[in-house]
C-alpha cells in the first residue's frame, strides 16, 4: 500500500504531499492540471524511470532540482523511497525501512559497477519491475475498456504481453542469433554457410569461366594502354601553351566584376553625398533673408518696450489716481451744506471746495476711467506687437543656429553647394542604376580609378583575343578523361591479374569447403525444427502456457466478480487457433457481452484487469493506478464504474484487499460514491494547487 507521497519542483508541481486511503484514492481536475504526474512521481521514486521523454523534463520550469519521496508498506514493513534530480542530470537516490519512529537506509545510488543499486532493492522488496508494474497495476487512458472491446486476436495478443508469452519471440530471435552466429563462425572460416552453397557452387563455375574470358582482356587493355599514353602527351602541350591566355580570362572577368561593384558603389556614394547637400541647402535657403533683418528687429523690440513701459507707468498712476477721487469722493458725500453752514465747523459758507463737491469728483473719475480704457487697449496692442516682434526675433535666432549648424557663413557658399550638386547629378546622370558587365564604357566615366580600370580591361581584351574558352575547357576534359581512363585500366589490369590467379587459387579450396558445408546443413536443419516447435508463439509450448495463464486469470477474476453485486458469476477464458474468448456465465447460462449492462461490462473489465495483475504476482505493493478509466466511456458505464470501485475498495483482508488510485477529470461522479479521500488538482502560476474535497 502507498500511504503518501511528496513532490517538490517535480512537472506541474511546486510542493505538494498526498495522503493516501487504503481502499480508494481519486484526484479530480481539469486537464493539464498535474493529476497524471502523480503517476510518474510514483515510478520515478520507486524505480527511477517514468514515462516522460527525458529525466530533465522532469524538473518544474524555474526551478534547479526535483524531490520526489513515497512512502509504502510491502509484506508488513513500512518504507520509504527517495530520488532527486538536478538541472545537470545529476540524480541521487535513497531507500530506507521505518525503524521506530524513524527510517534507517538500507540502499543508495545506482552505482551497478560497484554492485550498488537502489532500484534492484525496491524490485526485491516488491516483488515486481517497472515494466511488470506499468501491466499489472497502472491502466492507462482507455485501456480498462479496451480488455472487453477488444477483438478476439487483439485480447490473444494482450494477453500474451501480460503474461509474457511474447517473449518467445526473444527465444526466437535469440535461435536466429545462435544461428546467425554460427553461420557467422562457419563463414569465417571457410567464406561460406550452408544458405550459400548454391552458391559457392556458381562461384567455383564462375572461377572456370573468369580464367577463360580475362585472358582475352588482358590483351587488350595493354593495347588501348599505349593509345591513351600517346593521347596524353600531345593534348599537355596544348594546354601548355594556352594557359597564359586563360589565367588572363580570369583576370578579365575579375577586373569587369571589380569595375561594376566599385561604379555601383561609388554611384550609391555620390547618391548620399548629394541627398545630404540638397538638405543642407533647402534647410538653409532664406536664412539670410532672415538673419539680415535680425538688428532691425531688436530695435524694433526695443522701441516698443520702452514705450510699453511708459503706458503701463502712466495706467498705473491712473489708477492710483482713481482710487483717491474715489476715496474723496466717499468722504464729499457725507459734505454737505445744511443752511448754507458747514456741517463740520457750522459756520455760514456760500460753497464747498472743488476736491469735495460730488459732482466735481464724479466728473475726475469718469474722465480718469475714460483715460484708463485707452491706455489698457494701447498696452494690449503693444504687448502683441511685442510678440510677433519676438516671433520674428525667435525665427531670425533659428535661422542663425541652422547656418551656423552647416557651417556656412555667406550665400556665396550655399550657391557653392548648389552648384557641387548640380555637377555630381550631372556625373551619374547617364550611368545605368543597375550597371552590368555590358556598360563598363559608361561605368567609367564616373571618375579616374574607373577610367583606369576600364582600359586595363580593354587592354587584357586585345591581348587574349582569338583564345577560345570553351576549346580550352574541352582540352582539359579530354586530358582529365584520358587520365581517368589510364588509371582505371591499370587498376582494371592488375583487377583482372589479381582475378585469374586468385581464381585458380580459390578453386583448389573451395573443393574442400563445399564438402564440410553439406555436412553443416543437416545439422542446422535441426536447430531450425526445435525454433519452430518450441519457441514459436503459435507452437505447443505457448498454448500450453496461455491456457496455464487463461485459467488462472478466470479463477482470479470469477473470485472478484462472486463479491461485486451483478448477475454475472464466472468469467470463462479460452483460446482457439489464433482468438482468445471471453464468456461469462450465470449459474449455467452463458450471456453474451454485448447484453450486458454498462455497470456489467465494467465489473467485468476490472475483474480481468485484476485478475491480470494477480497472475504478474503485484501483490507486494497491492494496489492499482486507473487514469481517465472514465475516458470513452457513457454516463451510464461511468456510474457504473464508480460503483464498481466502491465495492472493491469495501472488501478488507486477504488477497482481495486492493488500494485504488483513480485520475479523473469527471469530479461530478464521485458526489454520491463511497470513495471518500478525493482531492482536487489545480492549475496555478506558481505549480499546482491540491486541495482536499
Known sequence: MIHNIELIDFLAHHDTKLDFNNDATVFVGQNGAGKSSIIDAITFSLFGTHMRKNNKSLIRRGANKALVKVEFSANGKNYKTVR?????????????????????????????????????????????NFEKLKIASIVQQGELSSIIKAKPKEFKELLNTIIGIDRLDIAVESMKEVLKEFRKNVQNKHGFDDTQIELLENKMNEFENEITNSKPMIKKLEEEKKIRESNIIQIEKE???????????????????????????????????????????????????????????????????????????????????????????????????????????????????????????????????????????????????????????????????????????????????????????KRIKDIPITINSGQLLEASSIDSHAKMKYEKILQIEKTTSGFNQEEFLAKKRDLTQNRDRLRQIDQEYGATSNRIENAKQQLEKNKVVLDELHKIRKYVLELENIQKNVYSIDGPVAKSLRSWALEIISEKASEYLEKLNTKIQRISLSQKTRDVNITCYSRATMLELESLSGGEQVSIALSLRLGMAHLLGSSNLNFMILDEPTTHLDSERR??????????????????????????????????SSVENIYKFESAINGTIVNPL
Open 239 to 425: 594546354i601548355e601553351s594556352d594557359s597564359v591566355k586563360e589565367i588572363q580570362l580570369r583576370e578579365l572577368r575579375d577586373q569587369k566584376e571589380e569595375l561594376v561593384s566599385y561604379a555601383k558603389d561609388t554611384i550609391k556614394k555620390i547618391q548620399r553625398e548629394v541627398m545630404e547637400e540638397e538638405r543642407k541647402v533647402n534647410e538653409c535657403k532664406g536664412c539670410f533673408s532672415i538673419v539680415n533683418k535680425k538688428e532691425e528687429i531688436e530695435k524694433e523690440l526695443s522701441i516698443l518696450s520702452k514705450e510699453l513701459q511708459t503706458v503701463s507707468k502712466e495706467l498705473d498712476e491712473a489708477e492710483k489716481k482713481k482710487i483717491r477721487f474715489e476715496e474723496q469722493e466717499e468722504f464729499a458725500n457725507r459734505l454737505e451744506l445744511k443752511d448754507g453752514k458747514c456741517p463740520v465747523c457750522d459756520s455760514k459758507v456760500d460753497h464747498l471746495n472743488p476736491l469735495f463737491q460730488r459732482e466735481h469728483l464724479e466728473e475726475e473719475i469718469r474722465t480718469l476711467d475714460e483715460k484708463i480704457l485707452q491706455l489698457e487697449e494701447k498696452q494690449r496692442k503693444l504687448e502683441k506687437s511685442i510678440e510677433e516682434i519676438n516671433d520674428k526675433l525667435r525665427e531670425a535666432e533659428n535661422a542663425d543656429v541652422k547656418l551656423k549648424t552647416h557651417n556656412i557663413s555667406t550665400e556665396n557658399e550655399l550657391e557653392e553647394i548648389a552648384n557641387t550638386i548640380k555637377e555630381k547629378v
Open 84 to 128: 532527486q534530480i538536478d538541472a545537470k542530470g545529476t540524480l541521487t537516490a535513497q531507500f530506507l525501512e521505518k525503524s521506530g519512529d524513524g527510517f534507517i537506509p538500507i540502499a543508495e545510488g545506482e552505482r551497478k559497477q560497484f554492485g550498488e543499486s537502489m532500484t534492484e532493492e525496491v524490485e526485491k522488496v516488491l516483488g515486481i
Open 639 to 672: 456510474k457504473s464504474l464508480v460503483g464498481v470501485l466502491s465495492q472493491l475498495a469495501d472488501i478488507r483482508g486477504g488477497e482481495s484487499s486492493m488500494q485504488f488510485i483513480i485520475i479523473s477529470h469527471d469530479a461530478e461522479i464521485f458526489e454520491d
